[in-house]
Nanobody, 122 residues
Framework: VQLQASGGGLVQAGGFLRLSCTAS????????MGWYRQAPGKQRELVAA??????NYADSVKGRFTISRDNAKNTVYLQMNSLKPEDTGVYYC??????????????????WGQGTQVTVSS
């Protein structure tokens, strides 16, 4: 299983970006997908997550960011509006996936994308 993220970039404060992350491989079921970010000198933190039950957001992004998912495409999106300089960091997608092994057995795993840089200038 692999996760491929895209959509980062440089934007002015108040602007917007949309991140995408697509999972590929021998996927049986995606249980949850989410976005984390890591600012320089800080720990990685959860930004938003989505499951079949609903969504969850960090307090700092509520009302500005929206996470959504296209199950047919195994893709999760993060629409980021009203961006602030403190949103700057490397954004990583994460997924909880049940997949098939080469022996046709099912295994559970947590997977990470490669990270995409988001920079918000003031």
């Amino acid at each position: 299983v692999q996760l491929q993220a895209s959509g980062g970039g440089l934007v002015q404060a108040g602007g917007f970006l949309r991140l995408s992350c697509t999972a590929s491989g021998s996927i049986f079921r995606i249980n949850a997908m989410g976005w984390y970010r890591q600012a320089p000198g800080k720990q990685r933190e959860l930004v938003a997550a989505i499951t079949s039950s609903g969504t969850n957001y960090a307090d700092s992004v509520k009302g500005r960011f929206t996470i959504s998912r296209d199950n047919a495409k195994n893709t999760v999106y993060l629409q980021m509006n009203s961006l602030k300089p403190e949103d700057t960091g490397v954004y990583y997608c994460n997924a909880d996936i049940n997949s098939w092994t080469a022996n046709s057995e099912m295994e559970a795993g947590y997977y990470w994308g490669q990270g995409t840089q988001v920079t918000v200038s003031s």
